[in-house]
């Protein structure tokens, strides 16, 4: 059992753990990233034919729009630098068509849910790290709208309110792997990076964060690891090796 924090005293001691961030997608939300992507795009596809997109320029344009945030330098949020990119593409009729892109997030959408699994892991670590007095925020990568990050979140058993913060392409102008995006997460947080643990299931997108002075913990229920790194430099296992390793953490002589 996760014992309660103890602060008492000890806000000195900068090992303690006070928040911890996790992803969401192979992290909280167990999923294939290559059948969800798969899912994702069909359904959109389907949706938007109707509207003048051909499905291979509308997959296309989707990935182009996703580059554009991914390499968003934090001046505009990932909202607009997606539009914006995606307006390039396909013109300004674009633009007009967004309230069918925030239909299908709320309808068909939720038909995604099918092809990801569920952890009831999951749900049981948030909620008793939450009892135990941490704070917790979803650091998931902010290329989708919040009504899908939302989705994405109740399709794990969780709610938005289980998290102190969560990243959406609306509210941030940077993505993983930047920096920058963990740096603006500690600012909003105003919390040290050596108070936080970063929780996450891709090497590099999540482990990164270490690089600004978190602590990491990788996930490998759905491990990714696209450059075949070293992975024995980083803490990591299931749920239950998570909790023992923040015990571990939080209970070390200072």
Same mark, same amino acid.
């Not at 509308?58 to 182009?64: E, F, N, T």
């Not at 075949?228 to 953490?249: H, K, M, N, T």
């Given at each position: 059992?996760?014992?309660?924090?103890?602060?008492?005293?000890?806000?000195?001691?900068?090992?303690?753990?006070?928040?911890?961030?996790?992803?969401?997608?192979?992290?909280?939300?167990?999923?294939?990233?290559?059948?969800?992507?798969?899912?994702?795009?069909?359904r959109?596809?389907?949706?938007?034919?109707?509207?003048?997109?051909?499905?291979k320029?509308?997959?296309?344009?989707?990935?182009?729009?996703?580059?554009?945030?991914?390499?968003?330098d934090?001046?505009?949020?990932?909202?607009?630098?997606?539009?914006?990119?995606?307006?390039?593409?396909?013109?300004?009729?674009?633009?007009?068509d967004?309230?069918v892109?925030?239909?299908?997030?709320?309808?068909?959408?939720?038909?995604?849910?099918?092809?990801?699994?569920?952890?009831p892991?999951a749900?049981?670590?948030?909620?008793?790290l939450?009892q135990?007095?941490?704070?917790? %925020?979803?650091? &998931?990568?902010?290329? =989708?709208?919040?009504?899908? $990050?939302?989705?994405? !979140?109740r @399709? %794990?058993?969780? &709610?938005?309110?289980? =998290?102190?913060?969560?990243? $959406?392409?609306?509210? !941030?102008? @940077?993505?993983?792997?930047?920096?920058?995006?963990?740096?603006?997460?500690?600012?909003?947080?105003?919390?040290?990076a050596?108070?936080?643990?970063?929780?996450?299931?891709?090497?590099?997108?999540d482990?990164?964060?270490?690089?600004?002075?978190?602590?990491?913990?990788?996930?490998?229920?759905?491990?990714?690891?696209?450059?075949?790194?070293?992975?024995?430099?980083?803490?990591?296992?299931?749920?239950?090796?998570?909790?023992?390793?923040?015990?571990?953490?939080?209970?070390?002589?200072?």
């Open positions: 059992m996760m014992a309660r924090r103890r602060d008492g005293g000890q806000r000195g001691r900068n090992w303690m753990l006070k928040t911890i961030l996790f992803d969401l997608d192979g992290t909280l939300l167990p999923m294939d990233q290559d059948l969800f992507t798969k899912a994702y795009f069909q959109l596809a389907q949706k938007l034919m109707p509207h003048g997109y051909e499905p320029a509308l997959v296309d344009g989707i990935w182009a729009g996703t580059a554009a945030m991914v390499k968003n934090g001046t505009r949020t990932n909202e607009e630098a997606f539009w914006k990119r995606f307006s390039e593409i396909f013109g300004e009729k674009s633009l007009e967004r309230p892109l925030d239909e299908y997030y709320r309808q068909e959408f939720q038909e995604v849910a099918g092809v990801c699994g569920y952890n892991k749900k049981e670590t948030v909620e008793q939450r135990a007095g941490f704070r917790l %925020a979803l650091a &998931t990568n902010p290329i =989708f709208p919040a009504v899908a $990050t939302e989705s994405r !979140i @399709w %794990a058993g969780l &709610t938005p309110e289980d =998290f102190v913060l969560y990243t $959406t392409y609306e509210n !941030i102008g @940077w993505c993983k792997p930047n920096l920058e995006y963990y740096r603006e997460l500690l600012r909003r947080l105003e919390c040290p050596e108070e936080c643990l970063m929780v996450g299931n891709d090497a590099k997108e482990m990164i964060a270490q690089s600004v002075g978190m602590k990491v913990f990788l996930l490998t229920d759905c491990l990714i690891n696209r450059e075949e790194a070293d992975l024995s430099a980083f803490p990591q296992g299931g749920f239950d090796e998570l909790l023992d390793y923040i015990q571990r953490e939080n209970s070390a002589e200072g």
